[in-house]
């Protein structure tokens, strides 16, 4: 079971991957160019996910549309990764410091994250970087959390005791050997936070505060289809299933993380 969930996950992330980097050689068409003529039409071998009510090709736009939901999934998993790891390396390691900023992290996390986001994103206005800041700023403290647990963990065993005694300093133990020893559940976690991210993305540029048209998202394409479902129902099929794909596969990679990288994992 564990063999065909990874070949599931390695499968979708490939094609996901491969139409989004080939993008512009794989879509023939300019996902910003309106034709009226041909709006609404469905899938056909030259327009293959069919065209929304501009006559914009369907294809194109969730092509294009991946790319930006990758690069903001990227860019937030490494913001977290770099800023949430560090503090919650150093709370772990230092309980002054851990006194102080958890709980100020406890409180921040008391707000749901896509709360949060939205509500930064409408604040600062919309736009990809202000997205990306947004949601770093949102899930950043998760990470912390998973970072600092980690640390604890492995700061009482028995050879990080042992490089205490030899002698060694406090910031050499933690770089040295607390940290990489540490990476394993910071990196299951990193593969939630960009489906998360992606999740979040797509709601942000559903309620109008996220990704601006005419640029293509999965979420604004999502959006925009509702009301022509009746009528027009591969609007919002395609740009669903490469969201659910991408998050679905994103999932599974996590899992599969989780099971090879835990020490204590059976088999």
């Not at 194109?60 to 903001?72: D, E, M, P, Q, Y």
């Not at 800041?133 to 028995?158: E, I, Q």
């Amino acid at each position: 079971m564990r063999r065909k969930q990874q070949d599931l996950a390695l499968v979708l992330l490939t094609a996901i991957l491969i139409t989004i980097f080939l993008a512009p050689l794989a879509a023939r068409h300019d996902p910003t160019a309106m034709v009226p003529r041909q709006r609404l039409e469905q899938p056909s071998p030259r327009h293959w996910m069919g065209t929304d009510e501009f006559g914009r090709d369907v294809f194109s736009r969730v092509a294009h549309g991946g790319r930006t939901s990758l690069f903001i999934g990227l860019a937030v998993v490494s913001i977290t990764m770099v800023v949430g790891t560090g503090v919650g390396a150093l709370c772990g390691w230092n309980r002054s410091f851990d006194r102080v900023i958890m709980r100020i992290f406890d409180g921040w996390m008391a707000f749901p994250e896509i709360i949060l986001a939205i509500s930064l994103a409408a604040v600062w206005g919309a736009g990809q970087y202000v997205i990306v800041f947004a949601m770093a700023f949102a899930y950043t403290p998760r990470m912390a959390r998973v970072a600092r647990g980690a640390v604890l963990s492995v700061k009482s065993r028995d050879f990080i005791e042992a490089v205490r005694a030899i002698g060694a300093r406090e910031s050499y133990a933690l770089i040295r050997h607390v940290l990489p020893n540490s990476l394993a559940p910071v990196v299951v976690q990193a593969t939630y936070n960009f489906a998360a991210a992606i999740l979040a993305e797509a709601a942000l540029s559903f309620l109008g505060v996220g990704i601006q048209p005419p640029a293509p998202s999965w979420g604004g394409m999502i959006s925009d289809a509702r009301n022509y479902i009746p009528v027009a129902p591969w609007l919002v099929v395609f740009p669903s299933a490469a969201m659910f794909a991408a998050v679905l596969a994103l999932n599974l990679l996590g899992d599969q993380l989780q099971d090879r990288l835990d020490p204590y994992q059976e088999g």
